[in-house]
């Protein structure tokens, strides 16, 4: 979701007259993952004004007592305390440690102050949980990181999540999907600010690229959410799950959870955090993914063992969610898996990089210094104890051997 010129406008013109639109406040708590708290800190922290970037003023502020454990058993001091958020024109909430415990009250109300007051109210990853915590998610579409979607969607029934973002703007609320979905967010917040050069220019300092396509949906896992384990739906997922290879549809589910579709729809969304027709095309696509690297089936054979009704419907859904046709990502994967090693799934790489932007003599500059095409790819680990399969990695693309889709070599 975007944001146009005159909702920031209008944000600008809220402001109390202690708060500044540059002062960037980020709220750490004792717990919180050190990757995603330095995202921020990183972006919004560091003068890179000779790269053609506008300067933030950042304060980093406690949510509470220090000193505040993070990854590794390191221990940070704030330099802030809560009084600090008072002079900010946006305050980020890149995580919080655990979804399961509240945040600190006092924290809850000067984000709720703070917003009153006009500020921008970011949460990134898990620090939705703390914007929801605070109500200010209420009634508002949102996103988290997606093993986290379905708890946040049926702790806070008001807030509208969609798993299948990387990120959310409603304007003066915004969040952001799992660890490097953060990225995408901050880099975004700074080309709302001042512009598409100069939120490129600091994606280009960040080695990333300034907007990735997609979202959310090539990253899910096939595995039940921790919240479903009790429900009596979780007998239902768990037959779809075991039969995605037969043809059938919501009504079936339905009809063995003994509701209507209507009331299907509304429990099904409110346990796992999407409709349960996109959950169930998104499984098929992970059946048929996984099938297409691990067996010799034809893709039509591919499509019939993942319950879709014709080759037809496979590839169209296939391109949508992977950005690939099922034939080209065999290949891909085929001719990537022997140089990789244990590579254990491609579909992080599949990623459509937008080329760095510069002017034209830069590029033929860059080129002209390039010591020969390379691909960066780039993943999404979880938070605190992230999946294997988001792990950052970086490879070198071989001359002449075939890249996966949605690569582009370096201009």
């Not at 046709?325 to 140089?339: E, G």
């Amino acid at each position: 979701m975007s944001q146009d010129s005159a909702t920031v406008t209008e944000a600008a013109r809220k402001l109390t007259g202690r708060r500044r639109r540059e002062v960037v406040a980020v709220l750490l708590f004792s717990g919180g993952p050190i990757f995603e708290s330095s995202i921020p800190l990183s972006v919004f922290g560091i003068d890179r004004q000779d790269a053609g970037v506008p300067r933030y003023r950042l304060l980093v502020c406690g949510g509470e007592e220090g000193p505040l454990r993070t990854t590794g058993g390191l221990e940070l001091t704030a330099p802030y305390g809560l009084e600090a958020i008072s002079r900010a024109g946006t305050v980020v909430v890149p995580a919080w440690r655990s979804i399961t415990s509240p945040p600190p009250a006092e924290a809850l109300e000067a984000l709720r102050r703070a917003h009153e007051e006009g500020a921008r109210i970011v949460g990134l990853c898990t620090g939705a949980f703390v914007l929801a915590a605070a109500g200010l998610l209420d009634g508002r579409p949102a996103t988290t990181h997606w093993m986290y979607a379905p708890t946040l969607a049926k702790r806070y029934p008001s807030v509208h999540v969609d798993p299948r973002e990387l990120f959310v703007d409603d304007g003066d609320v915004l969040t952001s999907a799992g660890t490097a979905a953060g990225i995408d967010l901050c880099l975004h917040i700074v080309r709302t600010d001042h512009g598409t050069e100069a939120a490129g220019a600091l994606a280009r300092r960040l080695v990333v690229p300034p907007r990735r396509s997609g979202g959310q949906e090539r990253y899910l896992d096939r595995s039940l959410p921790e919240e479903i384990g009790s429900d009596p739906l979780a007998e239902v997922v768990a037959w779809a799950l075991e039969h995605l290879h037969e043809q059938f549809d919501v009504e079936t589910l339905a009809a063995r959870a003994y509701m209507s579709r209507r009331t299907f729809d509304r429990r099904f969304r409110s346990l796992t955090g999407s409709a349960p027709l996109q959950w169930l095309i998104t499984q098929r696509v992970l059946q048929a993914q996984r099938l297409l690297e691990t067996s010799d089936y034809s893709v039509d054979e591919v499509a019939g063992r993942c319950g879709f009704r014709s080759p037809v419907a496979l590839r169209g859904h296939f391109r949508r969610q992977l950005g690939s046709s099922p034939a080209a990502y065999r290949a891909a994967y085929r001719a990537r898996r022997p140089q990789g090693g244990a590579l254990e799934s491609v579909t992080a790489v599949l990623e459509t990089s937008v080329p760095a932007q510069g002017t034209a003599s830069n590029r033929r500059a860059a080129a002209a210094a390039s010591p020969g095409p390379s691909a960066v790819a780039a993943s999404a680990p979880a938070p605190g104890s992230s999946p294997e399969s988001l792990r950052p990695a970086v490879e070198a693309d071989v001359p002449g051997r075939p890249t996966l889709p949605g690569q582009r070599s370096a201009p």
